[in-house]
Nanobody
Framework: VQLQAYGGGLVQAGGSLRLSCAAS????????MGWFRQAPGKEREFVAG????????SYEDSVKGRFTISRDNVKNTVYLQMNSLKPEDTAVYYC????????????????WGQGTLVTVSS
């Protein structure tokens, strides 16, 4: 499975970005999908996850109410809509796939994309 994340960039605090992650080479519609991020000098952290059908999602506390994860199983793509961005959201964002199908924060994510940089200026 290959995952290609894109959509990062530079945005001012309070602005919005939409990340996309296109999957190929696997059965996307059966995978749980997640977004993770890693800020400079920090460990990678879970941001959001979505189940195979899109019926369940979960979020890290600091992004609840600001970020929305969604997926399109026809286009084999998962999205992360990020609103009300803050400087502390600055990080490299990665998409990942796991095979239980639930997109749980604690699942063993097997496939990873290359990351896309999000920079939020104050």
């Amino acid at each position: 499975v290959q995952l290609q994340a894109y959509g990062g960039g530079l945005v001012q605090a309070g602005g919005s970005l939409r990340l996309s992650c296109a999957a190929s080479g696997g059965t996307f519609s059966t995978y749980g999908m997640g977004w993770f991020r890693q800020a400079p000098g920090k460990e990678r952290e879970f941001v959001a996850g979505i189940s195979w059908s899109g019926s369940r999602s979960s979020y890290e506390d600091s992004v609840k109410g600001r970020f929305t994860i969604s997926r399109d199983n026809v286009k084999n793509t998962v999205y992360l809509q990020m609103n009300s961005l803050k400087p502390e959201d600055t990080a490299v964002y990665y998409c990942a796939a796991e095979t239980t199908g639930w997109g749980s924060p604690v699942a063993a994510y097997k496939y990873w994309g290359q990351g896309t940089l999000v920079t939020v200026s104050s």
